[in-house]
């Protein structure tokens, strides 16, 4: 069963969510999972995964950034000017009010107050940025996660800056899909700082599950090797997915699950269930 929410944030923006396993949470630890780029709360797995874990015991939480380009309609972007405005720093910021949400009763009343974030893609990053920032987050996984958001070549920022917008094309829908500067202005700003995920990690000193697929060609298995080398080897598990890309052979719509999808949800739900113990 799912129950859909709206939280506005400090900002006025809405935040859209779907809560899976609304009976759980007064005992059950809440895991919240955080969609990657060109991602949305709907998008193929993300249903199937709160229903699984949900069916085990866990309150899950999946969500909409505001400026993720996803409006009412819950499956196409149709919120193209959003999404172009969007930045990293903001997504941080909406996942830290979105946690304290759950923390202050806008779920409803909770006694097991333990909470896991799940991020795939550049929601790994952002997950790991926020667990720096948050000290209630006591464990976390990332799947497919990128090790920098600095993924654009001089040239391209040079160009960025000189049209006043970088443009993307999303292959799923053909649509082409802008990023305003305000996004290159944020990452020049803080990448020393709040958008340092290497500095994010070894200042981490949680439990930390990191899943990537071999063959993953959006975010290679070195950037998942990356986030290993930098963090505490005592609290973190790397889990190698052997011939799977960067959505573990899952697609959208939702076909069902599949050998290699279901062993990123097994580590994922063995790993939750030893660290909420």
């Not at 923006?13 to 009976?23: C, E, M």
């Not at 940025?129 to 976390?140: C, G, N």
Request: aromatic share 12%.
């Amino acid at each position: 069963m799912s129950n859909n929410f709206v939280f506005s944030t400090t900002r006025n923006d809405s935040l859209k969510i779907t809560a899976y396993g609304i009976d759980n949470i007064i005992n059950a630890p809440c895991l919240i999972l955080v969609h990657g780029f060109k991602g949305f709360k709907d998008w193929g797995f993300g249903p199937f995964i709160g229903k699984f874990l949900s069916d085990k015991g866990f309150f899950v939480l999946t969500f909409n950034f505001s400026h993720n380009g996803i409006g009412d309609n819950t499956i196409e972007f149709t919120e193209l000017d959003k999404f172009a405005e969007n930045t990293f720093s903001l997504e941080i910021e909406e996942l830290s009010q979105l946690i304290d949400a759950y923390l202050n009763g806008f779920f409803g009343k909770t006694e097991n107050r333990k909470i896991g974030l799940i991020g795939h893609s550049r929601g790994g990053a952002i997950s790991i940025l926020t667990a720096k920032q948050k000290s209630e987050i006591d464990a976390l996984a990332v799947w497919s996660s990128v090790s920098t958001f600095d993924r654009y070549s001089d040239r391209q920022k040079e160009n960025w800056r000189k049209k006043g917008a970088f443009e993307v094309m999303n292959s799923r829908t053909k649509q082409v899909m802008r990023l305003n500067i305000s996004l290159l202005d944020d990452l020049e700003k803080h990448k020393n700082d709040l958008l340092n995920i290497e500095k994010g990690i070894k200042e981490l000193n949680r439990p930390f599950l990191i899943v990537h697929g071999e063959q993953d060609l959006a975010v290679p298995l070195k950037e998942g090797e990356k986030l290993y080398e930098w963090s505490n080897k005592e609290l973190t598990k790397f889990v190698k997915i052997p011939a799977a890309g960067h959505t573990f052979d899952v697609a959208h719509p939702f076909q069902g699950t599949n050998s290699k999808f279901d062993k990123v949800l097994n580590n994922t739900l063995e790993f939750f269930k030893e660290n909420f113990n």
